[in-house]
């Protein structure tokens, strides 16, 4: 199988790629019960080397519903009505996973709300206040 290219400084190689092939579900009239159309795409977490650890750990965070016992992440795809097509569109998750997994993680400052947003809100319980007060002397 091809390299898969991610970035310029992060490929996967296709020798850590694994590819296989099933019948797809769906409809597709009677094309579906001959046709092994569905692309089913792995990948060894376990064994990779190609990723730092901090980045292995965010996808394992991103991908925990599609990484299996043994440490595979494995994605499929039966959208379409080729293998290759299915199998691209596996690749491109792959890629569009580990692009947002090697994204920096940035950390989020903590903020004071300003004087301008104090203040409108206090403005804002007040009438609310008011109105509540107005409406119980009016039955008294």
């Known amino acids: 199988m091809e390299d898969l290219t991610i970035t310029a400084y992060l490929t996967v190689p296709g020798s850590e790629l694994q590819a296989s092939f099933a019948r797809s579900g769906g409809p597709g009239g009677q094309n579906v019960n001959k046709v092994n159309s569905k692309a089913i795409l792995r990948w060894d977490l376990n064994q990779t080397q190609v990723l730092f650890p901090m980045t292995l750990q965010r996808l394992r965070a991103l991908a925990k519903n599609r990484i299996n016992d043994e440490g595979e992440l494995v994605l499929t795809c039966q959208v379409h009505r080729e293998q290759s097509r299915n199998l691209e569109a596996c690749r491109e998750m792959l890629r569009g996973l580990l692009l947002e997994a090697i994204k ?34 009016r039955w008294e």
């Open 104 to 137: 920096p993680v940035i950390p989020r400052k903590p903020t004071q709300p300003s004087s301008g947003s104090r203040r409108r809100r206090m403005e804002a319980k007040r009438q609310t206040g008011e109105k509540k007060k107005s409406r119980s002397e």
